[in-house]
């Protein structure tokens, strides 16, 4: 099987051109071909289908194998990939996922590469029912939770997949793995949930570690960058526009009414054949 490797901002996946091949031999072989020491590795793969109303489909697979709605660094490189591999040759892409449609909106040289990819994000929810979070009152803004005996407060909303947020002072004012982990299986949380420990440097900038639901830590994450750029927004008054600090690169996020705008670039890190007999 021919692949892509790709990242966004540090955020690994492999590129699969599902045109070409069954997904029912690639779907098994999906956690042993993401681990770092005896597959490719990556935070995910994800697979370009045919769609029957849109330009195209996009599953996404986490790294443990389970299937996920979207995933927003993810729908940068794979926009990049269908464009550059021939796929679907459009500027602006109506993208099919288990989310939603989505749009991305590609910035080409003259060379015909892709250099930068904004999509929209909608679909926006913030009742708890939509998030999937077993807290009172019409949304999930500044509520509690406690792990190893400890309080803590965050905010979840709902981007296609399900971002929980908590506000820092400092940047290791948690274990981001240890706490990250315990708050994604969290019994507040029945179908679990992405953290974002998100720390303000200004009114338009911040930065933020996150633990991605079914993938662990990653160094970047496209939905978790929006949500916590729209929380920052909307619970502590920061501007609509704020530049996003990964641990892996940097993404800009733009607040609008009923949706985000995510930007940033999408890079080929490599691309290779591997044997799934063998996997």
């Known amino acids: 099987m021919e692949f892509t490797k790709m990242h966004g901002a540090g955020n690994d996946f492999l590129l699969v051109d599902g045109f070409k091949y069954n997904l029912d031999e690639i779907v098994p072989k999906i956690k042993k071909l993401c681990d770092r ?38 729908i940068r490189c794979f926009s990049k990939f269908v464009y550059e591999k021939g796929i679907v040759k ?56 406690t792990v190893d005996g400890k309080e ?29 982990s315990k708050i994604e299986v969290h019994p507040i949380f029945p179908k679990k949930t992405n953290v974002n420990f998100v720390l303000p ?26 949500s916590s750029a729209l929380l920052c927004h909307k619970l502590k008054g920061m501007s609509d526009v704020i530049k996003v600090n990964a641990e892996g690169g940097q993404l800009e996020v733009q607040v609008l009414e009923d949706r985000v705008k995510l930007r940033g670039t999408a890079e080929i890190t490599f691309e290779g054949i591997v044997d799934l007999e063998k996997y």
């Not at 079914?214 to 160094?219: E, I, K, P």
Request: charged share 25%.
């Open 152 to 180: 803590i407060t965050f905010s979840s909303v709902f981007l296609g997949v399900p971002h929980t947020v908590i506000f820092i002072d400092k940047e290791d004012e948690y274990d981001v793995n240890e706490i990250g």
């Open 201 to 226: 440097l200004s009114k338009n900038e911040i930065k933020i570690f996150t633990w991605e639901r079914g993938a662990g830590r990653t160094l970047a994450c496209g939905t978790g960058s929006s």
């Open 37 to 74: 020491r005896f597959g490719v590795g990556g935070d995910g793969l994800i697979i370009a289908l045919p769609s029957t109303e849109y330009d195209v489909k996009m599953f996404y697979y986490n790294s443990d194998g389970s299937q996920g709605e979207m995933c927003g660094n993810g």
């Open 90 to 145: 459009k500027n602006t892409l109506k993208i099919e996922t288990l989310a939603g449609v989505q749009t991305a909106v590609l910035e080409v040289n003259e060379n015909d590469i892709v250099e930068k990819i904004e999509i929209e994000i909608g679909n926006i929810k913030y009742e708890p029912k939509d998030i999937v979070v077993n807290v009172e009152g019409d949304n999930a803004f500044n509520k509690k939770l």
